[in-house]
């Protein structure tokens, strides 16, 4: 982890299209195009941040604004070559950092419940389980918020 540099993007969010789709289809089995690129250009005030080694994308979170105060925490993963060397937590702290500096006072995501180490990551950063639904493609998911300092 020690040569990966972690930085919030400064661009318009569709510039970042391309190189976020590649990275979710190295991150996410089966990843469906369109759930990003429909998606992306309707998310009001996104918050992209970057894990970045050599030049190359190797994780990401990514939330938008709902609400006056709730920063919604969307999409992130991290490269399975990278995974378990605390690149996901980095981006979650500094993700949950800027949201409280900018005025959120909660953060919320939705895990499918077979994503044990993504509900896992999210309860050791202070989430609380506060729902659970079944998605429009039947996929069971458990609603995560926590309170921003």
Known sequence: MSDTDYQRWAGPIADAADPLLALCKAVFAEFD?????????????????????????????????????????WLGGVHPRLRGQGVASELMERQHAHAAAVGYRFVETRTRAANNPM???????????????????????VIQRK???
Request: no cysteine; net charge negative; hydrophobic share 45%.
């Open 119 to 141: 509900i896992l990551l999210n309860l050791r950063h202070g989430f609380h389980i506060t729902g659970f639904e079944v998605d429009a493609r039947g996929i069971p998911v």
């Open 33 to 73: 195009s369109a759930y990003l690129l429909d998606r992306l250009p309707r998310v009001a005030d996104p918050d992209l941040w970057l894990a970045i080694e050599g030049g190359e994308w190797v994780g990401f979170k990514l939330g938008y604004r709902r609400g006056d105060a709730l920063l919604y925490s």
């Open 147 to 149: 309170a921003l300092s």
